[in-house]
């Protein structure tokens, strides 16, 4: 695994705690609108800055007592085959694990789960399941009945989870969402939604595309809330 980034602090990244987050380069989606080129596109990976595992792991040892968890995330990290082992690390220096996934991996995730490797997932969900631009975005024969199942497998509450949607103008509509939450909704389901910012994008036209008013999204909350134990505009 490549680890090209290190965020020493985060307050608003893992529920609850204290968290520092890592990012694990490479990922098997291409989302237009993702603005993490430099973590997604191999040929912006080679010239990104690297830590080694000793650096990130002397890090952890150092904020022993002083933080509580480690967000994981990419790119996408399940494609790493060696991210047990990683996570077994972390686990054992006494640190909580909140993963970040697009759900792509479905037996990973389960098998992260069940040899509680994690504590946490937070899973992106990207638009309506029947939409074109999942079928666009998957990458590496990645099929939609993987994202079903990483969905319905957290559905079933065996870890502590969240889903939630980047928000971006042009690719959701109202319809969109209203659909998701029937896919995805739930009484046990929290579900969150985070305006799109138009920088550094994969693809630079999305560069020019306008967030959408608060006020609309705001207003799709409302309407989709009935079908969530939670749902919020972050
Ligand atoms: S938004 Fe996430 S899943 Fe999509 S390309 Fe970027 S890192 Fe990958």
């Not at 631009?133 to 957290?154: H, P, R, T, V």
């Amino acid at each position: 695994m490549i680890i090209a980034g290190l965020q020493k602090t985060t307050l608003i990244d893992y529920p609850g705690k204290i968290a520092c987050v890592v990012f694990l380069a490479g990922c098997n989606f291409r989302c237009n609108w993702c603005y993490s080129s430099e973590l997604v596109l191999p040929l912006k990976i080679v010239n990104q800055p690297r830590f080694s595992e000793k650096e990130f792991f002397d890090f952890l040892r150092e904020r022993q007592g002083l933080l509580e968890g480690v967000v994981v995330c990419g790119g996408e990290p399940t494609i790493n085959k060696d991210l047990p082992q990683f996570l077994a690390k972390i686990k054992n220096l006494g640190f909580a694990i909140k993963l970040d996934t697009n759900g792509s991996n479905p037996q990973i995730l389960k098998d992260l789960v069940d040899t509680k490797l994690i504590d946490y997932v937070a899973m992106d969900i990207k638009t309506s399941p029947d939409s074109e631009i999942y079928k666009n975005i998957m990458q590496e024969g990645i099929k939609m009945e993987d994202i079903k199942e990483s969905a319905g497998f957290l559905k079933q509450g065996n870890v502590d989870w969240e889903f939630r949607t980047t928000a971006v103008n042009t690719i959701h509509t109202k319809e969109d969402f209203q659909k998701i939450a029937q896919w995805i909704g739930g009484p046990n389901v929290k579900y969150y939604l985070q305006n799109f910012r138009p920088e550094k994008t994969i693809d630079p036209e999305f560069e020019k595309i306008k967030p959408f008013e608060t006020k609309f999204l705001e207003e799709v909350v409302k309407e989709i809330s009935p079908h969530f134990k939670l749902c919020q505009l972050r």
